[in-house]
Structures are given as C-alpha cells and as structure tokens.
C-alpha cells in the first residue's frame, strides 16, 4: 500500500537557521507529492506540491523537489522565522485512488527568536 | 471563497450521546474527505465521497459511526453513541477535479467525556 514516513519532531531551531524536513514516500505507480502546514488551531494549509519526478514546488521560501530515484520530497527553508512555527505533513496523492491524500506522521518545527 | 466550512469548531458531550458534525465543501468541488487526527495515530482517512457517493468508507472505526452527503454542499459525520475514544480533532476537505490539491476546514475539536 502507499505510506509516507517523515522524520520525528519535533525540531527546534533558531532564527535564520537552514531548515530540512526529510520526507520519504512508497507508493505504485508516480503519486502527487504535497507538504501541508498546520498551525495552531487550524486546519492544514496547502504549502507546496509537485505532481512528476524532478518538479520542484515552492512557495514562501520553502521548496522541496520530487525525488524518484530515492523516493523523497523532502521540505526545505534557507532562513527560517518564527513565524514558521507550526506542525509540517508530507503527502502523497496516489493516480489511482480518487484524491485522497496519505499523509505521514507530521513534524513539529519550533523557531526560536 | 470562504473556505471549507466546519460546524461546531468545539463540541463536549458525555459518553453515549449522539455526536453530529458538519460540513460546508467550497462550491465546485466534486470531492469531500472528513478525516480524524489524533496525537497517537495522526491523521486518519475516515470516508471520502466523490459527487455525493461515498467511494471508500473503509476507515470508519465501527458501526457508531456513519457520513452522509445529501447534496453537493452540505455532508455530516454522526457518533451514536459517542465513547471518550472518539475524543480527537475531526477534518472535512474538499477538492476539485482529479489529482487536484485537498483544501481543509479548521476542524472539529469533538471531546467526549
């Protein structure tokens, strides 16, 4: 079946500091690939997504990159803020199963000022 | 657009009780999920529908538990009866077309005690 696994948070960091988020997949056939982010008390919010190998999604300074070869997506930020503060899932969108997403175990990222 | 629209956004009720849930889609949308997160299992797939059919009702716990979506803009997940392990954060998403990004609610927080 498909199942994503994420790395365990959570991840504390200061200021400015690089941020990886490792994200790896298995999944038949060549899935959609997704990070969401969810924030206190919110429901999740679409970060970023690519849809074939080698896409590179970004958005608001994070990027991640479809990796077939090694089956990853993983998430990344060159200076992060507090701001960023919240809960990341990695997802996956299987071709063949309407769009229901997968989605992994979620990482906590804590910035600190 | 309003957004995926989720009713009550906190709902305490003691054990036994009927538990009814609500969920307003983005219009347009063909497809409507109502997941569970929790801290121990994360986010759970309960049911998903696909034009007011549901397709994969493979994740709902038990018999207590039941969706329905009469219409395109309205589907609710009822408890009956409730216990304190359904206690958790319930989520209604929605999606357009095929293989097209999930948009979340800001959940129910369901407290059973």
Redesign the interface.
Known sequence: GNSVTQMEGPVTLSEEAFLTINCTYTATGYP?L?W?VQYP??????LL?A?KADDKGSNKGFEATYRKETTSFHLEKGSVQVSDSAVY?CAL?A?NA?????????TRLMVKP | DAGVIQSPRHEVTEMGQEVTLRCKPISGHDYLFWYRQTMMRGLELLIYFNNNVPIDDSGMPEDRFSAKMPNASFSTLKIQPSEPRDSAVYFCASSGQYNSPLHFGNGTRLTVT
């Not at chain 1, 008390?41 to 679409?46: F, I, R, S, V, W």
């Not at chain 1, 309407?98 to 979620?106: D, H, I, Q, R, V």
């Open positions: 959609s997704f969401y008390g919110e429901g999740l919010q679409l997504k849809t899932f969108q071709h309407g769009n229901m997403l997968t989605f992994g175990g979620g």
